[in-house]
């Protein structure tokens, strides 16, 4: 059996272009053969089909490259929950712009490991001034701002914990709102800080009140944990108002703003966030209202100093002498050591498409959540919970149970006809439709509560 040739140096992309082709048309296939948004048949017909095309694993004797590839690549691709069709709107889970793909595939070839200069000389250079300009976009005010490359929002709660606490040396005291994302939570334990301090927030906010409160009542060190752009709901704290708390009680400030940050790109809507710059951590995800491909995240600081103590020397990559030579110094960038450059899809993005261009995606998206909250408030059988914040909505079937609202996303699930979330507000089950694609129309949305209404009729009858 001949060596299969590699995807890099002169001879790769001649190797890479009859493999992509297969890949391209395996895509296809499977998406016809699922021919919605999701699989049809529930977990025990997807599972059929992958263990089917899967087995055996690890054959005596491979089937060749292509047969894996169209086996695999169509299989994988018709059990698929597919972000791309507008009938998909569960989660903060995007289909990637193709551009940004593109360069993916090519960070991919590449294969470079931001751990030292010496393995990714140009992605090295190319990610420092990425994240220089991002960090400047979060803080323009700040100090020296920088931001690390993370693979999301979990990872960024957690260096921004780990940061603050290295920072004060001492126990700190994580406060957050009852709708903060579980990583902050799990941050503290996994850091072996104490259990975080809950501050209600009765209208799906942190409420300033309570906060207040909490801050005058605790003693010591202490972070406060905002959100722009909670997981179920989209809200936004009040960020200038607990910025003002946080200066009041010499408290500092991390933003969780993986959903919500991306507004800065839009003319229309950056002033939602008004307050985010006087945080000292700001985490983003570019892999939600960014259209990245997975991962796309980054933890943006006010003053590059805050990020001293993730320095740290391994002579095999980062020695002395090295680093006195001249040689960039990347192992402090990250807590993790190989490390993709996932900067590139993020700096081909923002050069091809601009602050202009990112922000017409972002208003476009929200004008969706605009309209289809519209047509639930509308609707005279569907209760809208609240209009929409970015791009999430809330809605439910008026006459139904919490128990009837859950077995309708399921339904909808099984037949691979819709993908709906769910969310509890106001101590009620609601549908969720988190809207990340900007190319929905307005029939779209119509279509997905048809789909909804007819299981309504079916179920409440």
């Keep these: 059996m001949s060596t299969p040739p590699l995807a890099g140096g002169p001879a790769g992309p001649d190797a890479l272009r009859p493999l992509i082709a297969v890949v391209l048309d395996a895509l296809r296939d499977g998406a016809a053969a699922r021919g919605g948004p999701f699989p049809a048949g529930g977990p025990e017909a997807v599972a059929e089909r992958v263990v089917r095309a899967a087995e055996p694993v690890l054959p005596d004797t491979g089937i060749g490259a292509d047969e894996a590839l169209r086996t695999l690549v169509r299989t994988v691709t018709e059990g698929a929950a597919d972000p791309a069709d507008p009938l998909c709107a569960a989660h903060l889970h995007t289909s990637p712009l193709a551009l940004a793909v593109a360069a993916d595939l090519a960070a991919s070839v590449l294969n470079p490991s931001l751990d030292s200069w010496d393995q990714a000389p140009s992605a090295t250079e190319l990610e420092a001034a990425v994240t220089r300009a991002l960090g400047a976009e979060v803080f323009p005010e700040g100090r020296d701002p920088d931001a690390l490359v993370t693979t999301g929002g979990t990872e960024s709660n957690q260096l921004a914990l780990l940061l603050a606490r290295e920072r004060h040396r001492t126990a700190l005291q994580v406060i957050c709102g009852a709708a903060t994302h579980h990583s902050v939570r799990r941050a503290a334990w996994l850091l072996g800080m104490p259990e975080p301090v809950t501050v209600p927030a009765p ?120 680093t006195e030579a001249g040689l960039p110094d990347v192992l402090g960038r990250s807590l993790r050591t190989t490390r993709r450059p996932d900067i590139l899809k993020v700096a081909v993005t923002l050069k091809a498409l601009g602050r202009t261009g990112l922000g017409v995606l972002v208003d476009r998206t929200c004008a969706l959540a605009e309209q289809l909250a519209e047509l639930v408030d509308k609707h005279p059988r569907l209760e809208l919970y609240r209009r929409p914040t970015l791009s999430t909505v809330l809605f439910r079937p008026v006459a139904a149970t919490d ?49 909804v209404e007819e299981l309504v009729e079916g179920t409440t009858r």
């Design 203 to 322: 209208s799906g906010i942190l409420d300033p009140a309570a906060l207040d409160e909490a801050l005058s009542s605790l003693p010591g060190s202490r972070l406060v944990v905002a959100t722009a752009g909670t997981t179920d709901t989209g809200q936004i704290d009040p960020l200038a108002e607990i910025a003002d708390l946080c200066a009041r009680h010499g408290t500092e400030l991390h933003v969780d703003a993986a959903y919500g940050g991306p507004l800065l790109f839009s003319a229309a809507h950056r002033g939602r966030l008004a307050g985010l710059e006087r945080a000292q951590s700001v985490t983003l995800d570019l892999h939600k209202l960014g259209w990245q491909p997975v991962a796309a995240g980054l933890l943006a600081v006010a003053d590059r100093a805050r990020l001293a103590p993730l320095n740290v020397t391994a002579d095999y990559l980062n020695p002395d002498d090295d």
């Design 403 to 451: 128990e009837e609202t859950a077995a309708i996303r399921r339904r909808l699930l099984t037949e691979g006809r819709a993908v709906l979330g769910r969310a509890r507000a106001d101590d009620r089950l609601w549908l969720k439709a988190t809207l990340l694609n900007p190319h929905a129309t307005t029939s779209d949305l119509e279509a997905l509560l048809e789909l």
